[in-house]
């Protein structure tokens, strides 16, 4: 990102962080070669995140997909912060002169506020306003798929935790010890870590090789893999 796109969009972060007030979060990202931290933030709070912070894990995705190509921002998906609040997140792809990808605005509002005040109006109401459950229903909560997912932590606020809970999450996936792992079954892992967008983040190479008991090179033979066969999809 240029000087002065850098100096318009921080301009932004600030004035958008006062006027929307103290539940929504205002990021800038900057994205080189090697890294997609925050350069700018307000309310930072609301995530846990900070200048340095990596960017959602949700993005990562978004960014590895090539969502930029297609589409010039992304509206409405949700997350869970570090801290435990539901998020509302919306972000914009900044692009260069030359239509490259140079960073992300990103607006991220506490929508867990507004569903405990919710919840107190319900409480003053004395559940007035709930409606009645006929006898022998089942509520939703006991109807819900078992197989469903665990909402993530999708905010990061370390480069270094972003890996290792990406690399955790998917390595857990596999019921055998990481040393007896084939060579296909980490095939399958580094796919599914290079979809999630985890080589994006700065060391990620090192910290996989370490994770997966692998050289460096082998790592790298891998994403050469990967890379080969998407080029051949296109």
Do not use: W
Not at 32 to 45: F, K
Not at 101 to 127: K, P
């Amino acid at each position: 990102m240029d000087r002065e796109l850098k100096r318009h969009y921080t301009l932004i972060v600030d004035f958008l962080g006062h006027i929307l007030g103290q539940d929504y979060e205002i990021a800038l990202h900057e994205l080189n070669d090697d890294s997609n931290q925050i350069i700018a933030i307000h309310n930072g709070e609301l995530t846990g995140r900070h200048i340095g912070s990596p960017l959602s894990n949700k993005m990562l995705e978004f960014i590895t997909g090539r969502l930029y190509e297609t589409k010039d921002y992304v509206l409405r998906f949700e997350s869970i912060s570090a801290n435990g609040k539901k998020m509302c997140s919306n972000s914009m792809f900044i692009k260069g002169r030359n239509n490259e990808l140079a960073g992300l605005l990103c607006i991220n509002f506490d929508a867990s506020r507004y569903e405990e005040l919710s919840a107190r109006i319900m409480d003053l109401c004395g559940g007035a306003l709930k409606p009645s459950i006929p006898s022998g229903t089942r509520l939703i909560a006991d109807d819900a798929d078992a197989t469903a997912e665990t909402p993530v932590h999708g905010y990061p606020t370390s480069i270094a935790g972003a890996t290792a809970s990406i690399v955790s999450a998917v390595i857990s996936n596999y019921p055998v010890a990481v040393d007896r792992l084939t060579q296909d079954e980490k095939m399958e892992i580094m796919d599914i870590l290079n979809r999630k967008g985890v080589f994006l983040l700065k060391g990620s190479v090192s910290y996989v090789a370490r994770e997966l008991h692998s050289s460096e090179a082998s790592i790298y033979r891998y994403l050469g893999k990967l890379n080969s066969k998407s080029a051949e999809t296109l």
